[in-house]
């Protein structure tokens, strides 16, 4: 709610696309609708995938609560 938030979203976002992970596993980040916002992980391996997710989820989570936000993490149907 703050006059930078747009910006705050993205860097959050950015941390978590900027994540260590295996050479070819990827992160794509989109937004759904403000103020939902979506990440998908694409690996070969299920394991893998879901602990860059979660990471993944943590780092925006965390990066948007240091600027003064709030955010959960959902799993989409």
């Keep these: 709610m703050k006059p930078n938030g747009i910006i705050r979203i993205k860097e959050a976002l950015l ?28 690996a ?10 979660q990471k993944a989820a943590e780092t925006a989570i965390k990066t948007i609560t240091d600027a003064g936000g709030t955010g959960v993490f959902q799993r989409g149907k």
């Design 15 to 42: 941390s978590a696309q900027k994540i260590e992970k295996p050479k070819d596993t990827k992160i794509r980040l989109y937004a759904v609708a403000a103020p939902k916002y979506a990440v998908e992980v694409l």
């Design 44 to 53: 070969e391996d299920y394991k893998e995938a879901e602990k860059v997710l």
